[in-house]
T-cell receptor, first 113, second 111 residues
Framework: EPEVTQTPSHQVTQMGQEVILRCVPISNHLYFYWYRQILGQKVEFLVSFYNNEISEKSEIFDDQFSVERPDGSNFTLKIRSTKLEDSAMYFC???????????FGSGTRLTVV | RKEVEQDPGPFNVPEGATVAFNCTYSNSASQSFFWYRQDCRKEPKLLMSVYSSGNEDGRFTAQLNRASQYISLLIRDSKLSDSATYLCVVNMGGTASKLTFGTGTRLQVTL
């Protein structure tokens, strides 16, 4: 079964540092997403990406966040200057044309210290 | 009002029991509805889509009431392996549309 792959599975970074979270979506999917889940809280939408541009972003997705699809297979989330409150599980997802085939990656647990 | 509201639980039930979860959503323009399952520190996994006519998948039955903006999930003959958090999820529809998650209802099935 096709899957969404995320790396690394766990990243620890110092406050103020930049991090890049990587995702390889399912190859024939067209829509790509990042969600996050702070420990003990609900899964929250960050951003959707289609046709090489952002389709929608949430209030959480401020200027410190950016997304990129640099080479046609990877989909990255960059956090420019991490804060303690960025500590969370970050899930990448992709979906097909009808948005019904949503598949989540296994997540990257980001810990900011 | 929260966009998607669920009773957080936990629901502690013995093996073999029937358990029901409820969910309400605030946006009447929501297009599609799902139940996801999430194990501790894992990604959400689609359990089933929810249709107005009601749908069943083995021991799981989901129901949608658009007039009341209410979604339900019934699990019959609970197994230990059903222990997880069940997430009510709503989609506004359209291309590249986001999913809106409830906080989840935790289920613990015991011997």
């Amino acid at each position: 079964e096709p899957e969404v792959t995320q790396t690394p599975s766990h990243q620890v970074t110092q406050m103020g540092q930049e991090v890049i979270l990587r995702c390889v979506p399912i190859s024939n999917h067209l829509y790509f997403y990042w969600y996050r889940q702070i420990l003990g809280q609900k899964v929250e939408f960050l951003v959707s990406f289609y046709n090489n541009e952002i389709s929608e972003k949430s209030e959480i997705f401020d200027d410190q966040f950016s997304v990129e699809r640099p080479d046609g297979s990877n989909f990255t989330l960059k956090i420019r200057s991490t804060k303690l409150e960025d500590s969370a599980m970050y899930f990448c997802a992709s979906s097909g044309r009808d948005s019904y085939g949503y598949t989540f990656g296994s997540g990257t647990r980001l810990t900011v210290v | 009002r929260k966009e998607v509201e669920q009773d957080p639980g936990p629901f502690n039930v013995p093996e073999g029991a029937t358990v029901a979860f409820n969910c309400t959503y605030s946006n009447s323009a929501s297009q599609s509805f799902f139940w996801y399952r999430q194990d501790c520190r894992k990604e959400p996994k689609l359990l089933m889509s929810v249709y107005s006519s009601g749908n069943e998948d083995g021991r799981f039955t989901a129901q949608l009431n658009r007039a009341s903006q209410y979604i339900s999930l019934l699990i019959r003959d609970s197994k230990l392996s059903d222990s997880a958090t069940y997430l009510c999820v709503v989609n506004m529809g359209g291309t590249a549309s986001k999913l809106t998650f409830g906080t989840g209802t935790r289920l613990q099935v015991t011997l």
